[in-house]
């Protein structure tokens, strides 16, 4: 690879004891032993019906066994709905799986890593549509359509059809409003500002309870907490965007954007109580056009922590609003415009590139937090690999953790490397991103070094919890180890 990594500066074992990084940190309800934070990482492996897999299980464990500070488990739905093969927390009967997750965790780390779930609630996306179909089927047809295709405001819904479907793009372009032209072209996707759907406008009274239940669940299983997913493309970043334009007291102004998520951490402390750390991740940029910006995240983190959140994880992009047109029969995926490169940069991406990109925004969300609350510890992510970037990043004062999470894909155990003083043995992620593509595909979620088999020492394999590799039996599922000491 032609791509310059920084320089990594790795420090000796007894400097890596004396660091910033791997000192202790309060985070709510409980201390984590360090600073080091792996961020959630959807892997898909769990069953369409979002059971925990032992593949879940083993790849939970795999980051165990680096014993970050905190592991956080990916996006997890609160509503038992069917959503591919993403986890799900929205009925008891989830709550066994998830604590043999847990239990792994607490043996492999040596009960050395701290535990939350994030919890997500998405709106629903359908997949690009064929011409035919889309015209033939599912468009719902008006008068407005009868009037662009020149037919009486009797004309049956067939003829209507047929008409649209003689017409060119261009034409269909003048006959289609802008939401059919988007569910034509990128698929139908809902937004938090149709309060015309009952589903959507009830939102406010459904969302708190729903994220209440998971939580009380999450805790149930035995985990530490829960993170609140208040980022990227899903409902309650919608809720606090700048393209919120709600009338009901839900939308326009910050405050007003604000009220939903902090009625759902309301409602979730009261259900867990002060045992449980209760945090989010949040943008501190949508990187879309009239959306929220750092001015308007400082002031919400500002208000989360005044509300008693316990930690604030910063994040930004990955919106659907720039995404990529799908191809056909495929959804829109919210990490292929330029808000999702922001998500989660590459090599490839402008000055100054991916290294430490997103600190700012972290650094001027944790100035506001800490104006208000100066014991809520705010994380910082997006392009973290190295010692001497974590380290620097928290010295400076951008952010109280740091979260590393294609790093700790490539190398779960660069963290204990870097403790051990064993740094130069790290197997460092190239930020090229084959992961987010596997991502993209919905396909189990690998790193492409780890089928470099002669990067390390494989006298010790991985515990075999579940199968070893990938459906595609192309690609090693879990991470090769290296001897730590
Ligand atoms: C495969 C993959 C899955 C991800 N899944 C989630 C997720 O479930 N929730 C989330 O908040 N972020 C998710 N992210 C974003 C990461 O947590 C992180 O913010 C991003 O990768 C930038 O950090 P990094 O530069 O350390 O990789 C995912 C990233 C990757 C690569
Ligand atoms: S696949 Fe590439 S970007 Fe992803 S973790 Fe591995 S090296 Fe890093």
């Known amino acids: 690879m032609a791509h310059d990594l920084p320089q990594a500066r790795w420090p000796g074992a007894d400097e890596a004891l004396m660091s910033r990084l791997f000192s202790p940190v309060r985070v709510g309800a409980f201390t984590a032993r360090t600073r080091t ?122 003829s209507v059809r047929e008409a649209l479907l003689s017409l060119d793009d261009d034409e269909l372009r003048g006959a289609l409003n802008a939401r059919e032209l988007e569910a034509l072209e990128y698929g139908a996707r809902e937004r938090v500002t149709d309060t015309h759907l009952p589903h959507i406008a009830e939102l406010p009274r459904t969302l708190p309870d729903l994220f209440a239940d998971a939580a009380a669940r999450a805790m149930a299983a035995g985990f530490d907490g829960v993170e609140l997913h208040f980022a990227h493309a899903y ?56 959306g929220t910006r750092v001015d308007d995240a400082a002031w919400f983190a500002a208000r989360f922590a005044e509300a008693g959140m316990d930690f604030v994880s910063v994040s930004k992009g990955g919106k659907f609003e720039d995404a990529r047109q799908p191809k056909v029969g495929a959804a829109a995926y919210p990490y292929t415009g330029e808000s999702g490169h922001e998500c989660m940069p590459t090599v490839r991406i402008g000055a100054p590139g991916p290294f430490g990109r997103n600190l700012p925004l972290s650094r001027a969300i944790r ?33 109280d953790i740091v979260a590393a999470a294609r790093q700790s894909l490539a190398d779960p155990d660069w963290w204990r490397k870097v403790v051990l003083g064993r740094g130069e043995h790290v197997r460092r992620c190239l930020y090229t991103n084959y992961c987010e593509g596997l991502d993209q595909k919905h396909k189990e979620v690998t790193c492409q070094l780890w089928d470099r088999r002669d990067l390390d020492d494989e006298e010790q394999p991985a515990p075999r919890l579940g199968r070893e590799m990938s459906h595609d039996g192309k690609r090693r599922l879990l991470p090769p180890r290296a001897p730590l000491s």
Do not use: K
Not at 38 to 51: I, K, L, N, Q, Y
Not at 140 to 156: M, N
Not at 264 to 279: C, D, F, K, N, Q
Not at 373 to 386: F, K, L, N, S
């Open 367 to 399: 100035e506001a937090v800490h104006a208000v609350a100066p014991g809520v510890p705010v994380v910082g992510c997006g392009g973290i690999g190295t010692f001497s970037e974590a380290e620097d990043a928290i010295l400076r004062g951008d952010c």
């Open 235 to 290: 409902t309650m970043a919608s809720f606090l965007s700048a393209r919120n334009t709600r009338e009901d007291g839900y939308g326009g102004s910050r405050e007003g954007r604000v009220r939903l998520a902090l009625e759902v951490l309301s409602a979730v402390r009261e259900r867990v109580g002060h045992h449980a750390t209760v945090g989010c991740r949040m943008l501190g940029d949508e990187v879309i056009e009239g």
């Open 37 to 158: 934070w792996v961020p959630a990482m959807v892997p898909w492996r769990s069953t369409e019906e979002g059971d925990a897999t032992p593949e879940v299980v083993d790849w939970y464990g795999r980051f165990a066994d680096g014993r970050p500070g905190v592991l956080v488990v990916e996006a997890t739905g609160i509503r038992d709905v069917p959503s591919g093969p993403l986890l799900r927390i929205g009925d008891d009967r989830f709550v066994p799986g998830l604590r043999r997750l847990v239990d792994e965790v607490r043996q492999r780390s040596a009960g050395e890593t701290r535990l939350l779930v994030q919890l997500i609630d998405f709106l629903s996306i359908r997949r690009r549509p064929d011409r035919e179909r889309f015209l033939g089927r599912f468009l719902e047809i008006t008068d407005r359509h009868r009037a662009a295709v020149g037919l009486e405001s009797s004309a049956p819904e067939e």
